[in-house]
C-alpha cells in the first residue's frame, strides 16, 4: 500500500488498513480533534465536553435534522455532543466510485420488514455516518406546497402541521443559503420566492427527455434545485458531473452535512463523536431525561445531558424510544399517545423506463436534473388525495439491473438488455402516502450487535396510494410517449421514510410539539423525518433541515424565558 | 452472443486506470475486486460450490470467448465470508447465508427429484427450466420448507448474483458504462453526445 493510499477508504470488500486507521472501526473524532473533510489528512480543532457533566444538549445522529440542529444550537451558544452510529468520512480520501464499496455508506444491521407492501431498507433509504442519509441523498432540494402544511383544513385529507407554511417558508430560505442550492431563476410553481443562490445545472440527456414529454404535454418542467453546487464556493469545487452521487460524492461538490452543517458546528463549539452507538436513553428523577447510554470504543457509556435530542430517522428514533421503555413509561419513552413507531409513511417511487435512439448515458450528472410538479399544483383531474413529482433519473448499473431483475429477468435476455444501458430513460416518482396507524415501527425479538432488539418495520399502501400510483405510472407513460421513448415497462419502488413520532398541537394525538419536544417529557425533543404529520410529495431533507433551524430557534427563545 | 460481437468494440474501462477518471482509493477497490481468484471460496462446501457456479452459469451466461469473466460465485463467497447482507429482510426470509446454504441445498435437491441428478450435471435447457420453475415457487423438495421460494430467487439469488456481475468492469465494458469518474467527470452532457474517454457504441 503506498503512502497515499494510507487514508483510503475501508473497504468492506478485501484486506483492510490496520484497525487502527479504519474508520469503521476505530473513531476519528477524538482527543480535541475532528477530520477536516477538505483537505487530505488534516484536522479541525474540536470542543470536548465531559460526559459525568451535564451537556446543554446530547443529539443521538448527524443527518439532516441531528447536524443542522447541532449547528444552529452550538452558534446559539449551548453546549452540544453528537452522538453518531456511524464512521466519519474524509470523501476526498475514503470514496471510492464504486457501488459496491461505497455500501459502506448504508445502515446494513439487520431490520426484518413485513405488511402487505415490505418496504426495502438498506441502500434505498438509510445512511449511517456523520452527515447521515444525506450523504448518499440525490441532493434534490424541494419545498412542500404550501397548502400542505395545513393538508386537512385546506385539502381534506391527512391532518395538518403545527406550524404555519409562511414559517417554514423563511426556514426553506435559510436552509437554501446554508447549502447555496442550485436552481432556476424562476420556478415554475408554488408562491413567489427569491432566485436560488446558485445558477441551475445543465440538464443532461436523460433530463431532456421529461423535458421533452413535458413540452409535448404542454405542461411546465424545471431544472431540478440541487444540492450540489454550480460554481465553486469555499472549499467545494464546482459538481463535474461525475453521476455517483448516490453512492457518496469524492469531490465536496455535494452540499451534504458532512461538508456544512457538521464542520460549522464543530467550529461552533458542538463535539462529534463517531462510532457512537446510542443504546438508550435514561429518565431520571422529577420526569426529566438525564443522559444517553451509549456504545463507543468497546464498551458502553453515560453521557449527562440538560436535554436529549433523538434525531436518527424514522426507524432508528422510534425504536430508540420503545428500547428505553422505563417503569415510567412501559410502552416506550414519551409515548403516552401510544404514537411512537406510528403513521411510518414512505414516498412512493414508482416510475416507467424505456428506451429512446439517442445516446442517453444517464450516468452523467446528478441523477435526477429535470422534474415536473404539475400533480403537486394541480387538484383537478385526480381520483386521490395528494400529489407526485415525476423526475428524470439516472441509475447506475448495478442499480438498474435490479430495475430489470425486478420484472423477472435473468439469463442471457438480461445481459441483451443492458446492453442498452446507455439508450435507457424514464422517469420515477415522489408520490405522497398517507399516514396509516396501522404502518409502523416496532422491536423485534431479534437483536443486534450490540444486544438491542432489531426494528420491525411494517407497511401496507392505503387504497388512496394505490389510486395515486396508478394515476402516476399511467400520467408518466403518456410522458415518456411524448418524448419518444419506446419499450415502456412500469417499476415499484419507494423511497424516503417518515412519521413514526408525528409533531401536532394535541398530546393526545401526536408525540411533540411543534418544536419538536416531548409532550411526555419536557427535556426529551425529536428532530428528523420522524416528525412529519404527513409526507408531502417532495424529498424530505429541506424540509427536515428547516425544522432544524426552527426548532433551534425556538430553543434559544425558550431558553431566554427560562422554558427550557 | 459471442464477446466479439460486443455493442462497444475496444473499449476497456481499466485503460482509464492511470488517468484523472480514476482517484487512488478506486484504483485500490478495483485491483482488490480484479486480483479475486475465480476458485478461491471459504464459505461454500465443494457441493455448493458446484450448484452454484453452475446457478451463476444460467442466471448470467458469460461468452464462451471471453478472455476475463466475471468470477460471480467467488464475489459472492467473499459477500458470505463478509456475511455483507442489504440492511433489511423480509420476516419470512432467513438471514443471508442461512438463506444461501439452504436454497443451494433445496435447488441440488429439486435436481435429484427432477431428474435424478446433480444440477451442475443437467443440460441447460433442464437447468433453465428449474430456475423458472423456482422463480414461479413451484417445486417439490422438502428442503424448500422454510423458506419463503419465489421471494428468495428475486430477492436473494437474483439479486446478489446481479450485484456481483455488474459491479465488475469486464460488465462495464459490456453495457458501455463510464466506470469510475473521479476527480475527473464529465462534461458533455446531451443527447448524443460523449466525452472522449467514453465509450464509443457499434452502430449497426
Ligand atoms: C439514495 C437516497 C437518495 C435520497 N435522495 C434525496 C434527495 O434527493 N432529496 C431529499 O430531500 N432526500 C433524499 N433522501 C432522503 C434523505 O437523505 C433523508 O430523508 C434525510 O437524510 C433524513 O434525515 P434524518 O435527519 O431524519 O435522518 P438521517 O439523515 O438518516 O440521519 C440519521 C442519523 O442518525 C444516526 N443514528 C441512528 N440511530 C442512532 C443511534 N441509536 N445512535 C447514534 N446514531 C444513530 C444514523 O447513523 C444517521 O447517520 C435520499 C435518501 C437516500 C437513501
Ligand atoms: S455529480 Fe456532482 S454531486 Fe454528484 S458525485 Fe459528482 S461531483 Fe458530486
Not at chain 1, 420566492?193 to 421533452?212: F, I, M, T
Not at chain 1, 437483536?447 to 418495520?457: I, K, S, T
Not at chain 2, 470467448?65 to 460471480?72: F, H, L, Q, T
Not at chain 2, 469486464?170 to 469510475?180: D, K, R, V, Y
Request: with cysteine; proline share 8%; net charge neutral.
Amino acid at each position: 500500500m503506498s503512502a497515499s493510499d494510507n487514508h483510503s477508504g475501508a473497504s468492506p470488500g478485501g484486506p483492510d488498513r490496520p484497525a487502527g486507521e479504519d474508520p469503521l472501526v476505530t473513531p476519528r473524532a477524538r482527543q480535541g480533534r475532528a477530520p477536516d473533510v477538505f483537505r487530505p489528512g488534516a484536522w479541525l480543532p474540536m470542543r470536548e465536553y465531559p460526559e459525568d457533566e451535564p451537556v446543554d444538549f446530547a443529539i443521538i445522529g448527524t443527518g439532516a435534522g441531528g447536524s443542522t440542529l447541532a449547528c444552529r444550537l452550538a452558534e446559539h451558544g449551548f453546549g452540544v455532543v453528537a452522538l453518531e452510529a456511524g464512521p466519519f468520512w474524509r470523501p476526498l480520501e475514503d470514496f471510492a466510485s464504486d457501488e459496491l464499496e461505497q455500501s459502506k455508506l448504508y445502515w446494513l444491521d439487520e431490520r426484518i420488514t413485513d405488511g402487505e407492501d415490505p418496504i426495502e431498507m438498506g441502500r434505498n433509504n438509510s445512511g449511517r455516518s456523520v452527515g447521515g442519509s444525506m450523504v448518499h441523498f440525490a441532493m434534490v432540494s424541494l419545498r412542500f406546497r404550501p397548502e400542505w402544511f395545513s393538508a386537512r383544513s385546506s385539502l381534506g385529507y391527512g391532518v395538518d402541521w403545527p406550524i404555519p407554511w409562511q414559517e417554514m417558508w423563511r426556514y426553506y430560505a435559510e436552509v437554501e443559503e446554508a447549502l447555496k442550492i442550485a436552481g432556476p431563476v424562476r420556478y415554475p410553481w408554488g408562491p413567489p420566492r427569491g432566485r436560488y443562490p446558485y445558477r441551475a445545472h445543465e440538464v443532461n440527456a436523460a433530463g431532456l427527455v421529461l423535458a421533452r414529454g413535458c413540452e409535448a404535454l404542454g405542461i411546465p418542467w424545471a431544472p431540478v434545485p440541487l444540492a450540489t453546487v454550480s460554481a465553486p464556493r469555499g472549499q467545494s469545487p464546482p459538481c463535474v458531473y461525475r453521476g455517483f452521487c448516490i453512492i457518496g460524492c469524492s469531490t465536496n461538490a455535494k452540499q451534504s452535512p458532512l461538508v456544512t452543517w457538521i464542520p460549522r458546528a464543530i467550529r461552533a463549539g458542538a463535539e462529534i463523536r463517531d462510532l457512537a452507538m446510542a443504546g438508550r436513553v435514561e429518565l431520571g428523577p422529577r420526569g426529566r431525561v438525564s443522559g444517553v447510554h451509549y456504545h463507543r470504543e468497546g464498551r458502553w457509556r453515560f453521557q449527562r445531558a440538560r436535554n436529549v435530542v433523538v434525531a436518527g430517522y424514522a426507524v432508528e428514533t422510534p425504536r430508540l424510544l420503545l428500547n428505553s421503555a422505563c417503569p415510567a413509561f412501559p410502552d416506550g419513552l414519551a409515548n403516552r399517545s401510544g404514537l411512537v413507531g406510528k403513521n411510518l409513511m414512505v414516498h412512493s417511487g414508482h416510475g416507467v423506463f424505456g428506451r429512446v435512439e439517442e445516446e442517453v448515458r444517464w450516468y452523467k450528472g446528478p441523477p435526477s436534473l429535470a422534474l415536473t410538479e404539475h400533480w403537486n399544483y394541480t387538484d383537478t383531474g385526480k381520483d386521490f388525495d395528494g400529489g407526485y413529482v415525476p423526475m428524470s433519473q439516472g441509475p447506475l448499473p448495478v442499480e438498474w439491473a435490479n430495475v430489470l431483475t425486478a420484472r423477472g429477468i435473468w439469463g442471457e435476455d438480461l445481459r441483451q438488455r443492458m446492453t442498452d444501458y446507455i439508450h435507457g430513460a424514464g422517469a420515477k416518482i415522489v408520490g405522497e402516502v398517507m399516514p396509516q396507524e396501522r404502518n409502523r415501527v416496532t422491536l423485534d425479538a431479534e437483536q443486534d450487535r450490540f444486544g438491542l432488539p432489531v426494528a420491525r418495520v411494517t407497511f401496507s399502501y392505503c387504497d388512496n396510494d394505490r389510486r395515486l400510483i396508478r394515476h402516476a405510472l399511467r400520467f408518466q407513460r403518456q410522458l415518456l410517449e411524448g418524448a419518444g421513448v419506446t419499450g415502456l415497462f412500469d417499476v415499484e419502488d419507494t423511497a424516503h421514510l417518515m412519521g413514526t413520532c408525528r409533531m401536532g398541537t394535541d398530546p393526545v394525538r401526536s408525540v411533540t410539539d411543534a418544536d419538536g419536544r416531548c409532550w411526555d417529557i419536557p427535556n426529551l425533543w425529536v428532530c428528523d423525518g420522524s416528525l412529519f404529520p404527513t409526507s408531502g410529495a417532495v424529498n424530505p431533507s429541506l424540509t427536515i433541515q428547516a425544522l432544524a433551524c426552527r426548532a433551534a430557534d425556538r430553543i434559544r427563545t425558550l431558553a431566554r424565558r427560562g422554558e427550557l | 452472443m459471442a464477446e466479439s460481437m460486443h455493442r462497444f468494440p475496444g473499449y476497456d474501462v481499466l485503460a482509464k486506470r492511470d488517468t484523472p477518471s480514476w482517484n487512488p482509493q478506486t484504483r485500490r477497490v478495483i485491483e482488490e475486486r480484479l486480483a479475486l481468484p475465480p476458485q478461491a471460496h471459504g464459505f461454500f462446501t465443494e457441493a455448493e460450490w458446484r450448484t452454484l457456479n453452475a446457478v451463476c452459469a444460467r442466471i448470467l451466461p458469460q461468452p464462451p470467448d471471453r478472455a476475463d469473466p466475471v468470477p460471480i460465485a467467488a464475489l459472492l463467497d467473499q459477500q458470505m465470508q463478509q456475511n455483507r447482507g442489504d440492511g433489511f429482510r423480509q420476516a419470512d426470509m432467513p438471514p443471508l447465508r442461512e438463506a444461501w446454504r439452504r436454497g443451494l441445498a433445496a435447488i441440488e435437491a429439486e435436481a435429484r427429484l427432477r431428474h435424478g441428478a446433480a444440477f451442475h450435471a443437467l443440460a441447460a435447457a433442464q437447468q433453465d427450466a428449474l430456475l423458472h420453475s423456482i422463480q414461479q415457487g413451484e417445486v417439490r423438495a422438502a428442503e424448500w420448507q422454510g423458506l419463503p421460494v419465489a421471494h428468495f430467487f428475486k430477492a436473494r439469488l437474483l439479486h446478489d448474483i446481479v450485484d456481483a456481475y455488474y459491479a465488475h468492469p469486464t460488465a462495464w465494458n459490456e453495457i458501455g458504462f463510464g466506470g469510475p469518474a473521479s476527480p475527473r467527470g464529465y462534461v458533455r452532457m446531451g443527447f448524443d453526445r460523449r466525452d472522449p474517454w467514453e465509450a464509443v457504441e457499434r452502430k449497426p
